[in-house]
């Protein structure tokens, strides 16, 4: 094991069209593939405000991609490199990569949507997480990523202190490319509320109090089967900063409801 949080060794898989990915783990026992959210990589989302060392320690190995476009893993420039849906499908070649039968699988806000994407194409994870997200982010992704495509596009120009020069700020500190980063933007793909009524293992939908960016996840949770709703301090933003964000998944893993948590 890596000896610090921030040594966590990067291994390397395939997408389905040959793309080079990246991801990071930590700990032992049952496999948990968690999916960071747009801008953000595997180490920001997960490791460094300790949600990874939070669920590692109740028995899990924490499995933590960098989606492509982001982080560590390829940042092609060339648009036939995401085609909709490719997220989903690199979510299934590190399954296949990594012979995973019998795991879990989460993630935050565009994690989340993927996450949903994987579920309703057929992955059949024991238990899922879907964090940061909500009815109407998952049911109409149609113009979801106009925010960030504007700033994408007007890097420089926001006035200081500005939500959008925060979030420019943020891409900076992830060392972001802003030409990979809109491409993600075209790889979208709608849910159906029929497609997530099939989605039947015990799902958590956990927001921030302050965060409906995506819509409403209490929605979200009545139009699953076994949706359980919960929420933690913050907003869109704040929320993945929040130890509590890591305590509830763990709780909610570790065979809690989120009650309990």
């Keep these: ?13 395939l997408g389905r069209d040959g793309a080079r990915l990246v991801y990071r783990e930590m700990g032992e026992g ?14 920001v989302n997960w490791v460094r405000y300790g949600h990874a060392a939070t669920i590692a320690a109740r028995g899990y190995r924490v499995i933590m991609p960098d989606l492509r ?9 060339d648009a036939e490199s995401y085609p909709p849906d490719v997220l989903a499908d690199d979510g299934f070649a590190l399954v296949e990569q990594l012979a995973l039968t019998d795991y879990d699988l989460g993630g935050y806000s565009l994690g989340a949507r993927t996450t949903v994407r994987m ?3 057929g992955a059949t994870p024991g238990r899922a997480v879907l964090a940061g997200m909500g009815f109407e982010g998952i049911v ?15 890097l420089g120009t926001f006035n200081p202190g500005s939500v959008e020069w925060m979030a420019e700020a943020f891409l900076k500190t992830v060392d972001g490319d802003p030409v990979a980063l809109l491409h993600i933007l075209d790889t979208f793909v709608d849910t159906p ?14 927001v921030g ?3 409906d960016d995506n819509g409403s996840a209490e929605e979200l949770a009545a139009a699953l089967p076994d949706g359980r709703y919960a929420v ?8 993945v900063t929040k130890p509590e964000l890591g305590a509830a998944i763990a709780g909610f893993l570790g065979g809690g409801t989120p009650s309990e948590v």
Aim: charged residues 20%; aromatic residues 6%.
């Design 1 to 13: 094991m890596a000896s610090s949080p921030t040594d966590l060794p990067v291994h390397r898989f």
């Design 30 to 43: 049952r496999p948990l593939i968690l999916i960071h959210g747009f801008f953000s990589t595997a180490m």
């Design 69 to 77: 476009g982001h982080g560590d893993s390829a940042k092609s420039h």
């Design 119 to 121: 579920l309703a194409r």
């Design 140 to 154: 109409h992704t149609a113009g979801r990523g106009a925010h960030f495509r504007r700033i994408l596009t007007n």
């Design 193 to 206: 509320r029929e497609a997530l009524a099939r989605i039947g293992m015990p799902t958590l939908v956990l």
């Design 209 to 211: 109090a302050k965060d």
């Design 232 to 239: 933690v301090p913050g907003n869109h933003m704040s929320a």
